[in-house]
Nanobody, 114 residues
Framework: AQLVESGGGLVQAGGSLRLSCAASGIVFSVNTEAWYRQAPGKQRELVARIVNSGTTNYTDSVKGRFTISRDNAKNTVSLQMNSLKPEDTAVYYC?????????WGQGTQVTVSS
């Protein structure tokens, strides 16, 4: 099973980026997927989660700016990030919560300049 993220990059404050996560060997629609991020010197934190029913939740700092979604036909999970702030700068990781373990992608860098 493998997760591959894409879509990171450098953007100015106030801009937008869309991250995507593609899976092989795992079916997203029956599991819970999430995006985490880790900034330099900080612990990895949960950004957004989508459960198999489609219910989503977000950390307070991104509510109203970020949207997590899933495309079951393409077996991908995306994170639309709008109104980006410098404090959103981090490595973003896709994760899928399986019954006995969590699988992680390799991460993609998001840098927001002020």
């Amino acid at each position: 099973a493998q997760l591959v993220e894409s879509g990171g990059g450098l953007v100015q404050a106030g801009g937008s980026l869309r991250l995507s996560c593609a899976a092989s060997g795992i079916v997203f629609s029956v599991n819970t997927e999430a995006w985490y991020r880790q900034a330099p010197g900080k612990q990895r934190e949960l950004v957004a989660r989508i459960v198999n029913s489609g219910t989503t939740n977000y950390t307070d700092s991104v509510k109203g700016r970020f949207t997590i979604s899933r495309d079951n036909a393409k077996n991908t999970v995306s994170l639309q990030m709008n109104s980006l702030k410098p404090e959103d700068t981090a490595v973003y990781y896709c994760a899928v919560e399986l019954p006995k373990s969590t699988r992680w992608g390799q991460g993609t860098q998001v840098t927001v300049s002020s």
